[in-house]
Antibody
Framework: QLQVQESGPGLVKPSETLSLTCTAS??????????WGWIRQPPGKGLEWIGS???????YYNPSLKSRVTISVDTSKNQFSLKLTSVTAADTAAYYC??????????????WGQGTVVTVSS | SYELTQPPSVSVSPGQTASIPCSGD??????ASWFQQKPGQSPVLVIY???KRPSGIPERFSGSNSGNTATLTISGTQAMDEADFYC?????????FGGGTKLTVL
């Protein structure tokens, strides 16, 4: 049973870069049928998709965040990573990674990691 | 930009049927997914491709999608079903989430 787990600093200073890693276990990240995504949730608010990556390195991002986001993959470590630059308090959120299944002309997110809370504060 | 709209809250009595709508322009032309999120937990997929249930999700969860509205239906609602529910669809290679609906089982 595949599991994904986020890791990274819980506190980031304003204007700096948020960096998180997601490690997959119980399955390979190198599959044509999957993308790997990042989703965030500000405190008390809803879900916002950040972007996704394929093991080939192909990426696509939420247009609202595209200028600040980079998602990359390291197949040797079965990991994918998120970098968000120039963070502000508005980037404070729980950050989730998830497998994005591709089938039947669409995608869905399953499973999700347990999430990691990132606070932007000086 | 594309938007998905959900009611902020829905209430249901135990044993009754709960319906949670999600509306968007021509949503029926897209596939909808639904996620359940209990307090302090990460979201869990309960419906994908409009009406398919992942393994381990109870049969009382079902979904439909037509016109401008996708609907999550929970038959014989139990106290354990109380949670936030989010719909999600894809538009122009962007994943869009609805604002979420808090289901209260009274």
């Amino acid at each position: 049973q595949l599991q994904v787990q986020e890791s990274g600093p819980g506190l980031v200073k304003p204007s700096e870069t948020l960096s998180l890693t997601c490690t997959a276990s119980g399955g390979s990240i190198s599959s044509d049928n999957y993308y790997w995504g990042w989703i965030r949730q500000p405190p008390g608010k809803g879900l916002e998709w950040i972007g996704s990556v394929h093991y080939s390195g192909s990426t696509y991002y939420n247009p609202s965040l595209k200028s600040r986001v980079t998602i990359s993959v390291d197949t040797s470590k079965n990991q994918f990573s998120l970098k968000l630059t120039s963070v502000t308090a508005a980037d404070t959120a729980a950050y989730y990674c998830a497998r994005q299944v591709a089938a039947g002309g669409t995608y869905w997110f399953d499973p999700w990691g347990q999430g990691t809370v990132v606070t932007v504060s000086s | 930009s594309y938007e998905l709209t959900q009611p902020p809250s829905v209430s249901v009595s135990p044993g009754q049927t709960a319906s949670i709508p999600c509306s968007g322009d021509k949503l029926g032309h897209k596939y909808a997914s639904w996620f359940q999120q209990k307090p302090g937990q990460s979201p869990v997929l309960v419906i994908y491709q409009d009406n398919k249930r992942p393994s381990g999700i109870p049969e009382r969860f079902s979904g439909s999608n037509s016109g401008n509205t996708a609907t999550l239906t929970i038959s014989g609602t139990q106290a354990m079903d109380e949670a936030d529910f989010y719909c999600q669809a894809w538009d122009s290679s962007t994943a869009i989430f609805g604002g979420g609906t808090k289901l209260t089982v009274l």
